[in-house]
């Protein structure tokens, strides 16, 4: 992946967070600056911490037939929270949506570029 397509990514992720946030009203971003910096913050937490996560809890994954992965979502999108200002998110089931809907709006952006 060279220069241009990780922009591209990265902004598209961006517009991805700020349309979820405006969407949902337990989510609050406080610019289009700020949903950069939370695409950022999120990609970097799911390359380092959900990896381990998700190792961790192989069992009760396996017995939820992958749902538990939403969990471990919105906990990603909780811990973000937690980590930045400008970005919030009222509980756990606002993170859960959020969640959702991010990677729905995630994957049509994506394929339509």
Same mark, same amino acid.
Do not use: C, H, Y
């Given at each position: 992946m060279d220069l241009t397509e990780? #922009?591209?990514?990265?902004?598209?992720?961006?517009?991805?967070? &700020?349309?979820?946030?405006? %969407?949902? !009203? +337990?989510?609050?971003?406080?610019? @289009?600056?700020?949903? =950069?910096?939370?695409? #950022?913050?999120?990609?970097?937490?799911?390359?380092?911490?959900?990896? #381990?996560? =998700?190792?961790?809890? #192989?069992?009760?994954? $396996?017995?939820?037939? +992958?749902?538990?992965?939403?969990?471990?979502?919105?906990?990603?999108?909780?811990?973000?929270?937690?980590l930045m200002k400008g970005f919030? =998110?009222? !509980? &756990?089931?606002?993170? &859960? &949506?959020? !969640? %959702? $809907?991010?990677?729905?709006?995630?994957?049509?952006?994506? @394929?339509?570029?």
């Open positions: 990780f #922009i591209i990514r990265l902004l598209l992720s961006a517009a991805a967070v &700020f349309v979820s946030a405006k %969407i949902l !009203s +337990g989510v609050k971003v406080d610019s @289009s600056g700020q949903a =950069v910096l939370v695409a #950022i913050v999120l990609g970097v937490i799911n390359a380092i911490v959900k990896p #381990i996560l =998700v190792f961790l809890t #192989i069992p009760i994954t $396996i017995i939820t037939l +992958g749902l538990f992965l939403l969990v471990i979502n919105a906990l990603m999108i909780m811990l973000v929270d937690k919030e =998110v009222k !509980s &756990f089931w606002w993170a &859960f &949506f959020f !969640s %959702i $809907i991010l990677s729905v709006l995630n994957a049509i952006l994506q @394929s339509l570029f």
